[in-house]
């Protein structure tokens, strides 16, 4: 599996992006969907993930409603709506895929994704 992040850019505080995170190879409706990401000098961070059907969604204590997390599974691909963005919010921004099917124990866990694309970059000036 293969996954591509887009979506990144510069946006002021308060203001709205859309992550996408375009996946190549098969049976991509098997795999649990989880967006980190990585601020400048910290570790990777859990910001959301979403079920192999999109019935279930977990979110970073940080979010508190402002993002939603989402996926087309006919198209493969899985989006993060981000609202409300902070400066705190500027990282670098990561897909991830697992198989594990015990994701609503794990979702957070960095180790539970087995694939994971480039990264975007996301910046928030204030």
């Known amino acids: 599996v293969q996954l591509q992040a887009s979506g990144g850019g510069l946006v002021q505080a308060g203001g709205s992006l859309r992550l996408s995170c375009a996946t190549s190879g098969h049976a991509f409706s098997r795999y649990g969907m989880g967006w980190f990401r990585q601020g400048p000098g910290k570790q990777r961070d859990f910001v959301a993930a979403i079920n192999w059907s999109g019935s279930s969604e977990y979110y970073g204590d940080f979010v508190l409603g402002r993002f939603i997390i989402s996926r087309d599974n006919a198209k493969k691909s899985v989006s993060l709506q981000m609202n409300s963005l902070k400066p705190e919010d500027t990282a670098v921004y990561y897909c991830?895929?697992?198989?594990?099917?015990?994701?609503?124990?794990?979702?957070?866990?960095?180790?539970?994704?087995?694939?994971w694309g480039q990264g975007t970059l996301v910046t928030v000036s204030s």
């Open positions: 991830a895929a697992g198989t594990r099917s015990d994701l609503q124990n794990y979702y957070s866990d960095y180790d539970t994704y087995d694939y």
